[in-house]
């Protein structure tokens, strides 16, 4: 009777566990969707002048993510798979149209209020970053985002 209660738990529990990594993540989709504004800039982003171009609309929804850059046009569009655990996490971009089509991104990102930094490898990036920083000689990038109310 006790070896089958435990096992009746330890079976309850195993089904709980997907389900509270699905709550968690709609939770942190939810935090990322909408339209975005900012920069991909050098560095940390700390100084205005490391600002180097600018992303005048960046769009997450609960499956996709797009990108149009300072002239309109668009720097591609694809969906995303989110991971991690703590205040920086990982986000995985595939490309499904524009110049990103077939290509793969993997990156990590925070959230601090209406401020949304990323930083992600371009397609020829076989490394995830490990900081919130630019660095062209991993072909890391950084951009710093703010969430348009």
Same mark, same amino acid.
């Given at each position: 009777?006790?070896?089958?209660?435990?096992?009746?738990?330890?079976?309850?529990?195993?089904?709980?566990?997907?389900?509270?990594?699905? !709550?968690?993540?709609?939770?942190?989709?939810?935090?990322? %969707?909408?339209?975005? /504004?900012?920069?991909?800039? $050098? =560095?940390? #982003?700390?100084?205005?002048? !490391?600002?180097?171009?600018?992303?005048?609309?960046?769009? %997450?929804?609960?499956? /996709?993510?797009?990108?149009? $850059? =300072?002239? #309109?046009?668009?720097?591609?569009?694809?969906?995303?798979?989110?991971?991690?655990?703590?205040?920086?996490?990982?986000?995985?971009?595939?490309?499904? =149209?524009?110049?990103?089509?077939?290509?793969?991104?993997?990156?990590?990102?925070?959230?601090?209020?209406?401020?949304?930094?990323?930083?992600?490898?371009?397609?020829?990036?076989?490394?995830?970053?490990?900081?919130?920083?630019?660095?062209?000689?991993?072909?890391?990038?950084?951009?710093?985002?703010?969430?348009?109310?």
């Amino acid at each position: 009777m006790k070896y089958s209660k435990v096992l009746l738990t330890a079976a309850a529990a195993a089904l709980l566990v997907p389900v509270a990594f699905a !709550q968690a993540d709609k939770a942190e989709r939810a935090k990322l %969707i909408g339209t975005w /504004e900012g920069w991909i800039v $050098d =560095g940390d #982003g700390s100084q205005k002048s !490391q600002q180097r171009q600018r992303v005048s609309e960046l769009v %997450i929804t609960e499956t /996709e993510i797009s990108a149009k $850059d =300072g002239g #309109g046009r668009s720097m591609g569009k694809g969906t995303y798979r989110l991971g991690g655990t703590g205040a920086v996490r990982t986000m995985d971009n595939t490309g499904n =149209g524009g110049p990103t089509m077939g290509k793969s991104f993997i990156g990590i990102y925070k959230i601090e209020g209406d401020t949304l930094k990323w930083c992600s490898g371009n397609d020829r990036a076989r490394t995830r970053p490990t900081e919130l920083k630019t660095n062209t000689g991993t072909s890391h990038f950084l951009m710093i985002l703010t969430k348009k109310k």
